[in-house]
């Protein structure tokens, strides 16, 4: 899978990315430099100036899942109903889809919850339904637009672990928006660096330390030299 | 003074008595009693001085009654009363009913065309704006049935705040839940099922509560301008008559049932939209603490 595409105008210049299928690739980079708008084109919510996307979507198919930097629930509904929306926009009874709405919940660990308005869980719970909803359809792709940046560290280092250990199970490629050096470090195979004004990628570093990666790898001295490998080319996109 | 003077009483763990929750508490306490005895306290003052006023200066009944006259005429008068209510309620019920779908509609009909609301909101906005009390006498030249014409009278001031309110709702969706439902394929009539309706439900039952109110208003000056009296006449006839006659205690009794109605009907919508609102929305949520 490749994607060439580029939209000049401020957004981005020239993203050439080739994205294979399975991994987990983060774009890294400072506010403003386009990592957003690669997300919203690939999903295909906005259409690229230039270029396109070999990989196309359609919408609907439950081919893809998003996961939001907000939680984005629909507050006026249960857990479980919330994660029935992408089946209920198929015309999908609940009850037909009850099972993999169970299991999503289970993977997320949330099962007892399933009866909760969002209102009653914390903002990492919040987090975790949206993920047990990007996840119910089995997409081949799952996208994250920075969404563990408005927790506390604790909870963000929590669903970091807990996504790895989601990813083993399911297989599925994600492509993962942060602008932390090191989530992204910790979760990926790939982090492409990006650079602001024009948005466009300056560096990709391949993360060659095989999974599952736990604990052990986050206090690993191999992990410190790639944080700061990456904050190189992190600061070095901020110069440039 | 050195540092080791400073002392900090600890009392045991389990018996630890902070003076400013202590207060803060005892505050909640009188406001939650006082919401209720307060407003009782100043009616009784307000009966009193009323009554007081009366027996002191001898004011005779046909300029202002005694409180107690306007409690038995009340009663006397209870049936010619209820019935002229039972009109003015159904005029309100019934105008409620079609501004909440009128306005609800016509809000539909905005959000799914740009175009048609640029082109009438201006038009609702007119209709707002200038005082029923001018239109009324218009409307009752040309509606030759009286409750068309008292309906339509209240529908214009009620429909109002409920197609502004309901139109900000369904404008005011989530931006990225709208993407979401784009990317899982959502069609345009999932999109307002699903999405705009609920997420405009709050505001909705925000017009409401005002639409009641401003009905019963509407169905009132409406029977004033219309002025015609006879069987099926409502409250505001009952007014009007008992003025021409001088029957102020009387006045004064039909003016309580029309407060008693619009405090009524207010605390009923404000139910409902605690019962529908109560599990998930923020301002039922804080009213719950």
């Known amino acids: 899978m490749g994607k060439t595409f580029s939209e000049d105008i401020v957004a981005l210049r020239e993203m050439d990315l080739k994205i294979h299928s399975g991994d987990f690739i983060s774009l890294l980079g400072p506010s403003g430099c386009g990592k957003s708008t690669a997300l919203r084109i690939i999903s295909g919510l906005t259409e690229p100036t230039v270029g396109e996307v070999d990989w196309k979507v359609s919408h609907g198919s439950g081919a893809i899942g998003v996961v939001f930097q907000e939680a984005t629930l629909l507050p006026w509904t249960t857990v479980e109903k919330n994660v029935w929306l992408p089946f209920r926009l198929q015309n999908k009874s ?44 089995n997409p081949k792709v799952i996208l994250m637009d920075e969404p563990f940046a408005a927790l506390d560290e604790i909870t963000r280092f929590k669903l970091n672990n807990d996504l790895l250990a ?10 993962f928006v942060t602008h932390s050096v090191f989530e992204s470090v910790f979760l990926s195979d790939r982090i492409a660096v990006m650079a602001a004004r024009p948005g466009r990628v300056i560096q990709e570093l391949g993360v ?24 190189d080319a992190l600061k070095s996109a901020m110069e440039n | 003074m050195a540092i080791t003077d ?40 307000t009966v009193y001085l009323w009554y007081w006023t009366v027996q002191v200066n001898d004011i005779p009944h046909y300029i202002l009654p005694d409180p107690f006259l306007v409690v038995t005429t009340l ?22 009913a079609v501004a909440v779908v009128g306005g609800v509609g016509l809000a539909i009909l905005f959000t799914q065309s740009k175009f048609f609301e640029i082109s009438f909101f201006p038009y ?46 369904l404008n005011s969706v989530d931006h990225n839940l709208k993407d979401l439902f784009k990317i899982y394929g959502a069609n345009r009539w999932q999109k307002l099922l699903h999405l705009q309706i609920p997420s405009a439900l709050p505001y909705f039952l925000g017009g409401l509560r005002i639409a009641g109110g401003l009905a019963l208003i509407g169905a009132v000056v409406a029977e004033y301008v219309a002025g015609t009296g006879g069987i099926g006449s409502g409250l ?54």
């Not at chain 1, 969002?118 to 990007?134: F, N």
């Not at chain 2, 102020?248 to 009907?265: E, H, K, N, Q, S």
Request: net charge positive; hydrophobic share 45%; proline share 4%.
């Open chain 1, 166 to 175: 989601l990813r083993e199970t399911l297989g599925c490629t994600i492509i």
């Open chain 1, 94 to 137: 609940f009850r037909e889809k009850k099972d993999q709405i169970e299991r999503s919940l289970e993977l997320v660990g949330l099962k007892d919850f399933s009866k909760s308005y969002p209102r009653e869980l914390s903002g990492g719970m919040k987090m975790r339904v949206s993920i047990a909803r990007a996840l119910v359809t």
């Open chain 2, 6 to 45: 400073i002392k900090v009483d600890s009392p045991s763990p389990n018996k630890v008595v902070d003076r400013n929750e202590l207060l803060k508490k005892r505050k909640e306490r009188n406001i939650k009693i006082g919401k209720w005895v307060m407003p009782i306290v100043v009616f009784i003052i």
């Open chain 2, 236 to 289: 505001a006839y009952t007014i009007l008559e008992a003025g021409y006659r001088l029957n102020i205690p009387r006045m004064f009794a039909a003016l309580l049932l029309i407060a008693g109605t619009g405090v009524f009907i207010f605390a009923i919508l404000s139910f409902v939209s605690h019962m529908l609102l109560h599990k998930w929305h923020e301002s039922a949520l804080q009213k719950e603490n």
């Open chain 2, 124 to 169: 609702a906005v007119i209709l707002q704006v200038t005082p029923i009390i001018s239109i009324a006498p218009l409307i009752f030249i040309y509606v030759e049935n009286r409750t068309v014409g008292l309906l339509l009278c209240a529908w214009i001031v009620a429909f109002f705040p409920i197609l502004s309110n309901t139109t900000l709702g």
């Open chain 1, 208 to 231: 060659d330390e095989p999974y599952p990666r736990g604990e052990s790898f986050r206090t690993s001295s191999s992990y410190g030299t790639l944080c700061r490998k990456t904050s």
């Open chain 2, 75 to 96: 009663i006397q008068d209870l049936r010619i009363l209820l019935s002229a209510l039972q009109v003015t309620i159904q005029i309100t019920l019934m105008a409620l």
